[in-house]
T-cell receptor
Framework: DGGITQSPKYLFRKEGQNVTLSCEQN?????MYWYRQDPGQGLRLIYY???????QKGDIAEGYSVSREKKESFPLTVTSAQKNPTAFYLCATRAGQGRRTSGRVDTGELFFGEGSRLTVL | DAKTTQPPSMDCAEGRAANLPCNHS???????VYWYRQIHSQGPQYIIH???NNETNEMASLIITEDRKSSTLILPHATLRDTAVYYC???????????????FGQGTTLQVKP
């Protein structure tokens, strides 16, 4: 089935450790995004990538890193420099300019994965 | 991207219409209005979007005022499964200066009650 797969769903880590969250998609979408969500809050953009081998910082990129070596994959590394990493992390994709999504030319609809919940002990 | 303002919470009786308002007074001419919803601990789900005409799909209707400064998402017959946080977002389409980002605020928590 086409979709977005995030793994792991739940992750625990000790302070000072780096951890990488996986996001894989088989939708053939160009753009991919990472958001962070804290309890009772909206989503905040960490990093995004509009094309392979290119990515840009979002609003809260400090303490995070990403790579986009393949169209299908956009892993997020939460480094030890991230002061408060406990959160719900969401990966999303978008079809990209001019692509048709659900029969309509792309106008920005995002498709989200099920999320990864990271807890720092 | 234009900022949006939504009430933090609303209640609705099961089977009745849920009308969720959103103010976006600084919206510009090439910005769409999007609505997403998020059920607890899941990824947000796209509901509907529009530019200036009213839109309807199998999930909801979107009513945009003539001046485009506000909109209302209508769930015609709310069910308990519609209990979620609803986000109203505005952004430009591709080809403008936008980068595909959607900026999510805190949304409206809709509680559908039996």
């Amino acid at each position: 089935d086409g979709g977005i797969t995030q793994s792991p769903k739940y992750l625990f880590r000790k302070e000072g450790q780096n951890v990488t969250l996986s996001c894989e998609q088989n939708l053939n979408h160009d753009a991919m995004y990472w958001y962070r969500q804290d309890p009772g809050q909206g989503l905040r953009l960490i990093y995004y990538s509009q094309i392979v081998n290119d990515f840009q910082k979002g609003d809260i990129a400090e303490g995070y890193s990403v790579s986009r070596e393949k169209k299908e994959s956009f892993p997020l590394t939460v480094t030890s420099a991230q002061k408060n990493p406990t959160a719900f992390y969401l990966c999303a994709t978008r079809a990209g300019q001019g692509r048709r999504t659900s029969g309509r030319v792309d106008t920005g609809e995002l498709f989200f994965g099920e999320g990864s919940r990271l807890t720092v002990l | 991207d234009a900022k949006t303002t939504q009430p933090p919470s609303m209640d609705c009786a099961e089977g009745r219409a849920a009308n969720l308002p959103c103010n976006h007074s600084t919206i510009s001419g090439n910005e769409y209005v999007y609505w997403y919803r998020q059920i607890h601990s899941q990824g947000p789900q796209y509901i509907i979007h529009g530019l200036k005409n009213n839109e309807t799909n199998e999930m909801a209707s979107l009513i945009i005022t003539e001046d485009r400064k506000s909109s209302t998402l209508i769930l015609p017959h709310a069910t308990l499964r519609d209990t979620a946080v609803y986000y109203c977002i505005v952004r430009g389409v591709h080809g403008s200066s936008n980068t595909g980002k959607l900026i999510f605020g805190q949304g409206t928590t809709l509680q559908v009650k039996p």
